[in-house]
């Protein structure tokens, strides 16, 4: 189990970012964030992945485990290596680098005979990768790099995947084609956070979901509970 316990996140030691927020994530699981911009979904992936640090952030109080093990004091390399992957927001691929030069980056950890399998294993659950394995991740559409962020961060063997916004900016097909992804990703047995601006997409998929609110998570409801809610179909889905 992944679980975040009544975090609380400071920025350059003035700004609260985030001032109450616990979620636990089975590998069972997708489990769906959401939240309004600024609401401080992001700070809280940060504060889960060791990369405060580089933006001036702290955690002040609460604490990140998995399995019982405590997370929050580690670097975000060792929070890789403790089985949690992800993806930020904006699909932080290198893009003069070729696509598989950019899955080696995220299987550095692997021994050299380790690694093509998991160039076979990535390439199996993403042919369009396989197929434009020597292209300059530039050249990529929005969802190919997509695709790629999140095929790197596969290459880890994630336990968890953490996942900021994987829909953002991208077309309804592309949208129903990581929609699947994340689905064959939990199916494989890689428990799923989800922070989405598209809750209709993340309630669709998700069993569980949290909503987060001014830095405190304010709701924690299986996914079916959230859909049917007055508030969250008016304020996330865009209904009544
Ligand atoms: P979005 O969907 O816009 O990414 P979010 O829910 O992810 O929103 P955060 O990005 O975590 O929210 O932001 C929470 C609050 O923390 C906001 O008020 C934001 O301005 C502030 N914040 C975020 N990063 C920093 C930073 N590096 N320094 C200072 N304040 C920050």
Redesign the pocket.
Known sequence: MLAVHNLEVV??DV?L??RGASLSVGRDRIVALL????????????AMTGLLDV???KITQGEVSIDGRKLDTRSASSVVRAGVGQVM?GRRVFVEFTVEENLRVGGHTAAAKGLEEKFDRIYGMFPVLADRRSTIAGYLSGGEQQMLAIGRAMMSDPEYLLL??PSLGLAPKMVERIRDLIVEINAAGTGILL?E?NAAMALSIAHHGYV?EN?ITVMDAAAEKLRADADIQEFYLGIG
Not at 35 to 46: D, E, H, I, P, V
């Open positions: 920025y350059e700004m970012a985030v939240g309004a911009n600024g609401a401080g979904k992001t700070s809280l992936l940060r933006h001036r952030g927001e900021d916004e922070i601006q987060m830095g």
